[in-house]
């Protein structure tokens, strides 16, 4: 997803609070002292790496890089937020600013134009008719299921990539989407889009960073929302930001102190795109667990998004 967030003040009046309760799966991090991926990290990794070719380098190579030594450091770590609890916690969260609920399940169907600018915004994670994922995920699943109800539409999913048109899509590509989006297998090729272009590059990336779950968690929303870019406000552009101004776990600093630089950075990032975006998927999440010391993300957790209160006991 590369859409900026407006303010929601139409779908959540300002002076009403809803309190939203979903139990989450149970994962071995939901209560007690679980596993520290960082300390993990750090202490099986950390002296190896440096001495192999120096964290900085590990930390600065190119958006998408990926070498064995590195496959071998993140295959040795715990799973963090790719373990089956934390996964499912972290699409509850994304789903509480995308889509005000936890039920994330209940946007396989969902799309609209949100005005801005990139076409039609659609799917589990905000997949765009006007920036290239749509259009791969309709050609990806139509190899594998021809003649589904999407098919026919990838002439002009083509013809539209990289603007903002709906030409050749209206009136019937909603309707269209939200019939497949019925279908198991069509669900199951979202999910497997959602974790090959934005989930599993950025948990790896936070895993290699030194970060435990919450940042690996702030680097898969900071991907959704502001897309795998390289500049300012994309999310590797962002990254790389962040470590100019901060030491990574990996390269020997506090996991607190380098989450609270990236998330300002990911905040002016925002702000950049829109002077009065509505930031509290950073401020009263993400940043409230942080401050929580809550670097594992254990839950119970409760946040607040565009005034909306969601809890998972």
């Known amino acids: 997803m590369k859409r900026v967030r407006l303010l929601l003040l139409a779908a959540v009046p300002a002076l009403v609070t809803a309190s939203v309760y979903l139990f989450a799966p149970e994962d071995s991090g939901a209560e007690g002292a679980g596993p520290d991926l960082s300390s993990a990290y750090r ?4 002296e190896d790496a440096r001495s192999a070719q120096g964290a900085k380098t590990w930390a600065e190579r190119p958006a998408g890089a990926r070498s064995a030594e590195d496959d071998q450091v993140v295959t040795a770590l715990p799973p963090g937020l790719a373990a089956p609890g934390k996964k499912e916690l972290a699409q509850q969260l994304v789903a509480s600013a995308e889509n005000s609920t936890l039920d994330w399940r209940s946007a396989y169907a969902y799309i609209e ?25 309709v050609e990806d699943y139509t190899k594998a299921h021809p003649g589904n109800g999407l098919a ?31 279908v198991p297998a069509f669900q199951k090729a979202q999910d497997s889009a959602r974790d090959r272009v934005y989930f599993d590059p950025a948990v790896r990336l936070a895993k290699l960073d030194g970060l435990g779950a919450l940042g690996q968690f702030a680097y898969y929303d900071a991907m ?16 790389e930001r962040a470590l100019r101004e901060a030491d990574s776990p990996t390269e020997g600093g ?33 940043r409230r667990f942080l401050d929580e010391g809550n670097l594992e993300l254990r839950t119970p957790l409760t946040w607040q998004v565009y005034g909306e209160t969601f809890e998972v006991p």
Do not use: N
């Not at 013809?159 to 590509?173: C, I, K």
């Not at 959704?224 to 990254?239: E, K, L, M």
């Open 43 to 46: 202490s099986q990794t950390a």
């Open 224 to 239: 959704v929302f502001h897309g795998p870019g390289t500049d300012a406000t994309g999310f590797y552009g962002i990254r």
């Open 152 to 182: 026919r539409y990838l002439p002009a999913l083509r013809a539209v990539d990289g603007t903002d048109s709906h030409e050749g899509l209206d009136p019937g590509f909603p309707a269209a989407w939200k019939a497949e989006a019925e």
């Open 113 to 137: 134009d949100i005005g801005d600018g990139q076409g039609y915004t659609a799917g589990i994670i905000g997949f765009c008719t006007g920036t290239s994922d749509l259009l791969t995920l």
């Open 254 to 286: 506090s996991e607190k102190d380098y989450l609270d630089t990236f998330l300002d950075i990911r905040a002016d990032a925002m702000r950049t795109r829109d002077p009065d975006i509505d930031t509290t998927r950073v401020d009263t999440a993400q």
